[in-house]
């Protein structure tokens, strides 16, 4: 049956459903089936935008997308389209407590190769790739080509890359995927890891590329992170990074390789950065237990927005580092974790002046003077954000909320200046 709608309209239609970066989900995908089937004309733009995100997650995914895509005639033309791919050799097996219930999750490979070979059948097969995520790849268990990473400078259009859980058989390796890159903007590394540190010769190279504007860190091994911190401070990124994020979970457990950086910590690299950054997203929840992470942010002279991590029972010294902040913010987010203890282990609320809240407010006042004074006059957005179960957490929004108001009085009174309470929320039941 021919469409009476206009061409014109049908691909306006089509084209509303989230492509390209911005995730889709199930209902979405399943509504451009759909419309690939309404008719014969609706079918070339549906798939255009089926195409245009593409996640492999699994070897079925992965040889399906080969066989039937990759190496067929008619479907090779459909990877011009392509402008994010998501490929996950991991997925997540829920632990059960002695009752059954979820006690959390532990990752577990799905293949122990076919990572291997995203990049050797892909490359210069994706002219408009912009986005490239990589979840669960390891590439020390099967020494790879040693080209294979040289092939991603065949990704000429890539500018987003993510990888998460994937694991390198060298720094080296590591730096010459990053380096093959010609358009590379946008990085982001989550437990990231190679089996021992590199030599300080390879870190102090001088090398062209990359030239971030992003960068998201968020390693478990110390070593590795300080490791790439090093190297970027010798690229063109130390001039040109907008965006910082740094959480160090190494925390979670001792690293894995000891580092040839002893004398180096966060603080070192947040000073070199700081001054080009505009956008900063910093985890300090951990400062008091280990002073590695502390980051003092008197270096971040022109950030438009910051937002911090807390330990949500010391006010005080989240007053004494926003104290050292030069710049003039426009929005300031503070991620208040779990509360510790006094607190309700159930549903994770604290307990002041003989009423639950979902944070910590004594001392809250301390914040006060530093936000009133000149460089936090342009403040706009003050939010907090808070962490509970759905059940529990929402009930005391509004009187969490009146307790911030009333511990910041002249903040609130600001015509311009929006206080706010987001909550982030665990659906595991009670």
């Known amino acids: ?19 390209k970066f911005e995730c889709r ?41 080969v066989r039937w895509v990759v190496d067929e ?10 402008y994010c791919l998501t490929f996950k050799d991991q997925w997540y097996r829920h632990v059960l407590d002695a009752t059954n219930r979820p006690r959390g999750l532990i990752p577990e490979a799905i293949s122990k190769w076919r990572g291997q070979y995203v990049v050797p059948v892909l490359a210069g097969r994706l002219p408009n790739l912009e986005y490239l995520s990589l979840r669960g790849v390891h590439w020390d268990k099967r020494e790879p080509h040693p080209a294979t990473f040289g092939m991603f400078a065949q990704f000429t259009a890539l500018r987003q890359v ?8 060298s720094f080296s390796a590591f730096r010459r995927l990053l380096v093959s890159l010609p358009a590379l903007k946008d990085l982001t590394c989550e437990d990231v890891h190679w089996p021992s540190a590199p030599q300080l010769s390879i870190l102090s190279i001088q090398t062209g590329r990359p030239s971030l504007e ?31 994020s740094l959480q160090p979970d190494w925390a979670l457990g001792p690293s894995r390789h000891q580092t040839r950086l002893p004398n180096r910590n966060l603080d070192y690299y947040a000073q070199i950065f700081g001054p080009s950054i505009r956008h900063a997203a910093l985890d300090q929840s951990d400062r008091a237990g280990d002073p590695r992470v502390r980051i003092s942010l008197s270096s971040f002279e022109n950030l438009n927005s910051l937002a911090l991590r807390i330990d949500g029972l010391d006010w005080k010294d989240v007053a004494d580092m926003l104290h050292l ?8 987010a503070i991620d ?5 203890t006094p607190m309700n282990s159930r549903d994770h609320l604290i307990k002041e002046d003989g009423e639950l809240r ?53 903040l609130h009174m600001r015509a311009a200046l929006n206080i706010q309470l987001e909550l982030i929320v665990n659906d595991e039941p009670l």
């Open 1 to 19: 049956m021919p469409s009476k709608l206009p061409n014109e309209l049908v691909d306006a239609i089509i084209s509303s459903i989230p492509e």
């Open 25 to 65: 989900s199930s209902e979405e995908r399943q509504a451009l089936l759909k419309c690939a089937v309404v008719c014969r004309n609706w079918l070339p733009p549906s798939r255009r935008v089926l195409f245009s995100a593409v996640e492999l997650a699994g070897p079925e995914s992965w040889d399906s997308f």
């Open 73 to 82: 005639d008619e479907g090779r033309p459909w990877l011009a389209s392509i």
């Open 162 to 169: 993510r990888l998460d859980m994937c694991n390198f058989p």
């Open 214 to 244: 992003l960068l998201r860190l968020s390693l478990t091994c110390h070593s590795c992170a300080l490791a790439v911190l090093e190297w970027l401070i010798h690229t063109p990124t130390r001039s040109t990074l907008v965006e910082l």
């Open 325 to 332: 902040l030069p710049a003039r913010l426009d929005s300031l």
């Open 336 to 340: 208040v974790p779990y509360p510790r």
């Open 358 to 410: 979902a944070m910590k407010t004594r001392d809250l006042e301390l914040l006060e003077p530093v936000l009133s004074r000149d460089n936090f006059e342009g403040l706009r957005i003050l939010t907090f954000h808070v962490h509970g179960h759905r059940d529990t957490l929402p009930s005391y929004r509004e009187s969490t909320l009146e307790a911030i108001r009333r511990k910041l009085p002249s």
